[in-house]
Every structure is written in structure tokens, then in C-alpha cells.
């Protein structure tokens, strides 16, 4: 009787040795998946939401041109420098509202009459949209800063 008893406690060691085994091979089999997929979830994640912010630069695009073409229309100035944005505010407002883009925009340059936008930049979250009208082209970079310096005040001044 303790020769069966010894037996079968030996057989349910190795039975619960086999099954702690065979658990673990599988959790880290898992555990590989998920590590291996989570850089190319990541990279399919990033771009769609650059996808997102270009849909949204075209919006604005589109919008811009509306703009200008009203103010065109009405004899209202439209670019503006010294302005966020390089339009007028009123311009700025009528952008944001049609367009409905989460993020801020700067015109980089106009046509020669002040009412066409050659060239913009969008930035939303971390994405940078830009835009030139000749040849047409839109660019979306996604900005992550690694290292940011600054020169000591003493040498800015000389």
C-alpha cells in the first residue's frame, strides 16, 4: 500500500510538473506574440492618424478657398500678416468654422492678388501637415522631439 501511495504521488508530481510546463510554454508563447505585434499596431495606429489629420488639412484647404473667394468677392482684404494664421481675424474665424479642424494653421504664402493660398501649414497633436498649391502637394510629418538645445543667453547677445 505505501508502494502505491509513493507511486501515485511520484505520477501526480510529474503530472503537475508536465501541466506547470506546458502552461508556461504557452504564456510565453503569447507573450511574444503581443510584444511582437505591438510596433506594427503602433506604426498602423500613427498612420491613421496621419491619414486623419491629412483629410483635415484638405479640409482647410478647401475652406481657405472659400474664404478667400468671399472676401475676393466682397472687396475685403484677406491676407494679413501680422494676423495668427497670416489672414485677417475675420478671415480666421470663417476658416475654423467651415472647416472644422481641430488643430491651427499658418499661410506661408500668397499669390501676387493676396487671395489665393500657394502654401499653409495645419499641425494637429503631433502630426505637420504642409500644402503647395504648384505642384500640388501635401507632406504630413510627425514631429517628436528628441533633443532640444538652447544656446546660453551671453552668446545670443554677440
Not at 533633443?147 to 547677445?157: D, Q
Request: net charge negative.
Amino acid at each position: 500500500m505505501l508502494k502505491t501511495l509513493l507511486t501515485t504521488t511520484a505520477e501526480d508530481e510529474k503530472q503537475n510538473t508536465k501541466w506547470l510546463s506546458r502552461y508556461l510554454s504557452i504564456l510565453l508563447l503569447v507573450l511574444t506574440v503581443i510584444v511582437a505585434a505591438i510596433p506594427g499596431t503602433l506604426y498602423i495606429m500613427r498612420r491613421a492618424d496621419a491619414q486623419v489629420a491629412l483629410g483635415n488639412a484638405k479640409s482647410l484647404r478647401m475652406a481657405l478657398d472659400t474664404a478667400a473667394t468671399e472676401h475676393y468677392g466682397s472687396g475685403k482684404p484677406f491676407r494679413d500678416t501680422a494676423s495668427f494664421g497670416g489672414v485677417t481675424e475675420e478671415a480666421w474665424r470663417q476658416v475654423i468654422t467651415d472647416s472644422r479642424v481641430p488643430g491651427d494653421f499658418w499661410v506661408l504664402q500668397m499669390d501676387e492678388s493676396g487671395y489665393e493660398v500657394q502654401r499653409f501649414c495645419y499641425q494637429e497633436g503631433d502630426f505637420l501637415v504642409t500644402y503647395c498649391r504648384e505642384p500640388l502637394t501635401y507632406e504630413v510629418f510627425y514631429q517628436q522631439e528628441f533633443i532640444r538645445t538652447s544656446e546660453p543667453k551671453e552668446l545670443l547677445k554677440n
